[in-house]
């Protein structure tokens, strides 16, 4: 009986174990005496995040919400997080809902590639996400704003706007009617290959003037390639003016040549160095074109025959 009874306190010690580890895995704290390491973030609004939620990274659940507080009118949430997971310096943080009843847990982005992990207390980046209430709310709004504009063209409304337009149509019926036959003969024509349009559309000689333009151009910049090359590589003329140094050093030899006759000049070498320096021969030059000039003004003044006499005598007539 002894055995039987301490058979029995034992089950139900062991009944009210594993009840109570049911009801913390349910919770969301069974991890509560775990191994794990924390990192926080900082939002504006937890919306309706709870301890105990889930920490999760791509789907995958690899935390619990350790703690929720207000510090410096930011909400801190602690994240306790499992061994194995990996949260780097540059993961954000971003509080999302499950559903419509609004079931709210924390996600983590993976980070860079190559980003350090995170230590020990590390404060993770956040990202806000619009609260649900205030996406309903303007949901609401769009709802109301949708309804308005379906009463302002119902009843009386409607009629106001449609009955002019119903009115014309009845009226000009015959010439729309005409317009439209019109339309309906010119697609016609165009769809038969006559007209401007109609060749345009179904002629292939369009596109093929347009593909011989295209192919003139084509060969035409294809010559100017060849010529370009041509001069690149010296060849021609101008090849030749641009590539060949000949004509540079025949044009520096004569500036030489020019530089040094003209210091020659300058400096009053030469016959014409001494025209152009020699001061004494433009002062006898002068002279002798103001002796010239009075000759000439004797000649004028003597006449013909006195002219005849000075002649003879010089000559010993």
């Known amino acids: 009986m002894k055995n039987s009874l301490e058979t029995k ?26 191994r794990g390491k924390h990192v926080s973030a900082r939002f504006d609004t937890v919306q309706d995040l709870k301890v105990g939620d889930r920490v ?21 949430v602690t994240m306790k997080l499992k061994p194995n997971a990996t949260v780097k310096t540059d993961s954000k943080a971003i509080i999302k809902f499950t ?9 983590v982005t993976f980070g860079q590639p190559g980003s350090p992990k995170a230590d020990e207390g590390a404060v993770l980046e956040t990202e806000e996400q619009p609260d649900l209430s205030a996406i309903m709310t303007k949901l609401d709004a769009a709802a109301a704003g949708i309804q308005n504009i379906t009463k302002s ?26 317009t439209i036959a019109n339309v309906k003969n010119v697609t016609s024509q165009i769809a038969a290959g006559q007209g401007s349009v109609g060749k345009m559309i179904y002629n292939d000689t369009l596109y093929n003037t347009a593909l011989s333009t295209v192919s003139n151009l084509q060969d035409t910049a294809n010559s100017v ?13 101008i090849g030749k003016l641009l590539t060949d140094d000949t004509l ?38 002068k002279l002798s074109l ?15 025959l006195s002219v005849i006499g000075i002649m003879a005598n010089q000559f010993g007539l």
Do not use: C
């Not at 559903?99 to 996600?107: D, I, P, R, S």
């Not at 390639?225 to 003329?237: D, E």
């Open 290 to 304: 103001q002796k010239l000039d009075k000759a000439a003004d004797s000649l004028e003044d003597t006449g013909p």
């Open 56 to 76: 999760k990274m791509a789907g995958v659940e690899i935390g619990r919400v350790d703690n929720i507080e207000i510090i410096d009118e930011k909400v801190s």
């Open 225 to 237: 390639h060849t010529a370009v090359n041509n001069i690149s590589a010296g060849q021609g003329t």
């Open 153 to 178: 063209f119902s009843g009386e409304k409607i009629d106001n706007l449609v009955g002019p337009l119903i009115d014309f149509v009845k009226q000009n019926s015959g010439p729309i009617t005409a």
């Open 9 to 34: 306190l034992g089950l139900f010690v062991i009944l009210a174990v594993f009840a109570a580890w049911l009801i913390i895995e349910t919770l969301g704290s069974a991890d509560l005496f775990s």
């Open 99 to 107: 559903g419509l009843m609004g079931q709210n847990f924390v996600n």
């Open 248 to 285: 540079y050093r025949s044009t520096t030899a004569s500036m030489t040549n020019l530089e040094s006759i003209l210091i020659k000049v300058n400096s009053g070498q030469g016959s014409v160095g001494k025209l152009v320096n020699d001061q004494d021969f433009l002062k006898n030059a």
